[in-house]
């Protein structure tokens, strides 16, 4: 606005205002309500407005639906608290309601032969009355190492024979025993070679691969071999021996070997529930060296 100009009308409204003091005052009041009811009508719509956004954003974001709901629900509940569980023993499946009431071995009482072995387990029994593999690792200890040994995996090995030792396994302060009997060694394996043959390369093919060859007529002397428990070995003198094909080849209680006629036998030692077992061709012709 040009200065001049609004000199002239500030100082025209200075003469009125003193020339007119009743109408000054009502054109004050007038504008004090309008402004009034502006400021009113503004506010009232600012409130509108925002609840509107905010339940805009309580229907649309979880977050904001969940911290309303849980301020309501506060609001009306009483808080809770909750006891911490108890600490119990657990069994390998880790049910924290079970509680490890025994320990036991199995298997039970063992024999075994000198240079035998036995694997000992300890088996959980549980306050439900179940039992089952436990979470821990046991201790297992021999009462005499020179009858019976046992390694931190629970196998015992005979070492001493006719005697038994106590075994014994703890575990999260229980304890259980078991007895190992040691007997004497036992057989475990039988083998087969010839001492003497009239095809010289008899033994050699029967070394090789457990089969051997001879011409109709041709004869060998048989023996079994045993291996023991305790890692010895030896010759055995009470072995039986059979031939499955006693038209083809026959073999007597001395383990002499006769071919009969043209074909296969198969020729086996045995002893104790151990067998060993060999193949025998027999050829009209003599043996191909």
Do not use: C
Not at 187 to 195: A, F, K, M, P, Q
């Amino acid at each position: 606005m040009n200065p001049q100009l609004r000199r002239r009308l500030l100082a025209t409204a200075a003469v009125n205002s003193h020339a007119n003091p009743a109408i000054v005052d009502r054109a004050l009041r007038s504008g004090s309500g309008r402004y009034r009811r502006h400021v009113a009508s503004v506010y009232a719509i600012t409130l509108v407005v925002s609840a509107l956004v905010f339940l805009a954003v309580v229907l649309v974001h979880p977050a904001a639906r969940a911290a309303v709901d849980s301020l309501s629900s506060g609001a009306t509940s009483e808080p809770t608290t909750t006891s911490p569980a108890p600490t119990t023993s657990q069994p390998a499946t880790g049910n924290p309601a079970l509680v490890l009431a025994s320990i036991s071995i199995v298997p039970g009482a063992v024999t075994l032969p000198v240079g035998g072995t036995a694997q000992l387990t300890v088996v959980g029994n549980f306050s439900d009355g179940s039992s089952g593999p436990t979470a821990g690792v046991p201790v297992w200890v021999s009462n005499n190492d020179t009858i019976v040994s046992v390694n931190p995996d629970g196998r015992v090995t005979g070492l001493s024979p006719g005697q038994n030792a106590t075994v014994t396994a703890s575990l999260a302060g229980l304890i259980d025993s078991t007895v190992i009997i040691v007997t004497e060694k036992a057989l475990t394996r039988i083998s087969i070679r010839s001492v003497q043959s009239s095809s010289d390369t008899f033994q050699k093919d029967l070394e090789s691969d457990g089969q051997a060859a001879l011409p109709v007529g041709g004869d060998a002397q048989l023996v079994a071999d045993g291996a023991y428990s305790d890692g010895t070995s030896g010759t055995l003198a009470n072995a039986t021996w059979a031939s499955d094909q006693p038209g083809v080849a026959t073999v007597d209680s001395a383990g002499r070997l006769r071919a009969v006629a043209a074909g296969t036998a198969h020729i086996t030692a045995s002893l104790q529930g151990n067998v060993a077992t060999i193949s025998l061709d027999v050829s009209d012709g003599p043996v191909v060296e």
